[in-house]
């Protein structure tokens, strides 16, 4: 093992490096367009002064002495003393303006916990219950959709969806022990149990506890920021998988988080039993006012609560088929409303570089980047070009990336057509403001295409874009498709199926705003 620590060690320094290095690539990145744009020099922001914590949360210090390191935490372990480095708080916002407490560990102590999952799943891969698909080495977020997809329905379709109070952070500690114990459930080393229980009751501060040097001990929950976590969430709720296997139905866990359909109000009633019998066993909660409990799922109102889609891992589960969640599609017009004004509208309040005035009435310079950025996040990186030939030519794709590859099993492109429309809309319409703004302002103008003429691409003539007569690639100008996309993906899935998909990575819970990290803003 402390060859694996030093090894991963190595690892996780390598990776703080490389975000480091992208972040400032990127700030770097978005300044030189910034200075493109308006022709003034950015500006770089203040530096903030950053409080010292534990040299274990310095990159450079864990990769120049992860021996060492790895050395010393391998002799706390075999001597049953090892206690992780305590744990430094901050809070991140959220969408809805509140904050969410976040949980960072010491690059060590993170690389224990990885090599921990690691040997734990390994050995353990057999004795995972078949209806967990989080953390599985051999199953990802996609087989958890497909196999709930995979209902043979005969008449009505009853949803049971229970959501637990604070699940992370309610587990009792003792229940947690008592399962990493138990060695029908999980085969465990004795010192491998001492470090699940170190993890349980590490120490955790914020920045102003490390200054003063006066921590906290975890007393229940899950060490969150910790691959340990991952573990221990999973095993909290194993025999409650014990439980819905012996109902009938069809169910489907992604950690915490639980939907069992079945055919009959009788079979749901029993389903949501199981749930109940399973908090007054373990301690666990269930939130009332988040758990939607039982529900007919139709397009037709039925005598008990009816609706129309239930929401499970970024999919919305209807009776026609699969589909995009009205949630996804909002913010996903949030992302692209933000482009669109970065791109077109932003940068023209601090000025315009005239040295590109000369071919602003040919052909707009942001007007293309912002294409050619909502195309990168559609298509993962994959060009018109290959996207077209694939689906006309005979084309290959090597693998389907990004927001469509994800939306692979869609069944109903509904949402995706209503999204391709207004997308295309709010581009002209900004167009136009942007059109505006620079005839009153700096006395120039910017072509103001209508709707098709952005789909096609005819606003912009090849030519405008070759220099001196040169030959040069041409430029994709055609305006990009979620419902293209999307079909690309479909044939795809059914020529290749799912192994050469990229499935979004998870952490403690599955989050589908990870999706949108192809765009670059």
Known sequence: MRNELRLEIKRLSKKAFDKERKQAEKEE??????????????????????????????????????????????RKVLAFEYDPEPAVLFEIPKPDGSQRVVTAFGIPDAAVANVLLRRRLNRNKKRLSPHSYAYHPDKNVFDAILALRDFDKDGKLFAVQIDFEKYFDNIPANYLKKKISDRSTVSLT??????????????????????????????????????????????????????????????????????????????????????????VE?????????????????????????????????????????????????????????LVNIYLINNLKHGFNQDRANRANSYDWDLLGLIYELRRGFYGGLKELEIQNFL????????????????????????????????VNIVRRSCTIRNRILQNKYGLSCPTPANQDLILGNWMPQSAWRKNGSEQEPVEVQFPSLVRGWRAARKHFFTFGLEEVQAPGYDSSFDVSSLFDAFDY
């Open 282 to 338: 373990s301690g666990l909660i269930v939130n009332r006012e988040k758990s939607p409990g039982i529900a007919i799922i139709s397009d037709h109102t039925q005598e008990i609560r009816t609706i129309n889609d239930f929401i499970y891992l970024g999919y919305a589960f209807k009776d026609a088929g699969l589909s995009m969640p009205e949630k996804t599609k909002k913010k996903l017009q949030q992302k692209i409303s933000r």
């Open 190 to 279: 004795p010192h491998e149990r001492h470090i699940f229980e170190a993890f349980l009751h590490h120490r955790f501060g914020d920045t102003e506890a490390y200054r003063t040097k006066t921590f906290k001990r975890k007393i229940k929950g899950t060490p969150q920021g910790s691959s340990a976590s991952l573990i221990l969430a999973n095993l909290a709720n194993h025999d409650l998988d014990r439980k819905l296997s012996a109902e009938s139905g069809k169910f489907v866990r992604f950690a915490d988080d639980v939907v069992a359909i079945c055919g009959s109000y009788e079979e749901a009633q029993r389903l949501e039993r199981c749930f109940d019998r399973h908090c």
């Open 392 to 423: 006309y030519d005979h084309g290959k794709l090597k693998t389907m990336r990004g927001l469509m590859g994800f939306y692979c099993l869609v069944e109903d492109p509904s949402i995706l057509k209503e999204l391709d429309g207004w997308t």
């Open 29 to 74: 990145k978005y300044r030189e367009k910034f200075t493109r744009r308006t022709g003034l020099q950015a500006t770089r922001p203040t530096t903030r002064t950053r409080l010292s914590l534990h040299h274990h949360f310095n990159a450079r210090h864990c990769k120049r002495n992860a021996n060492v390191i790895a050395t010393a935490i391998w």
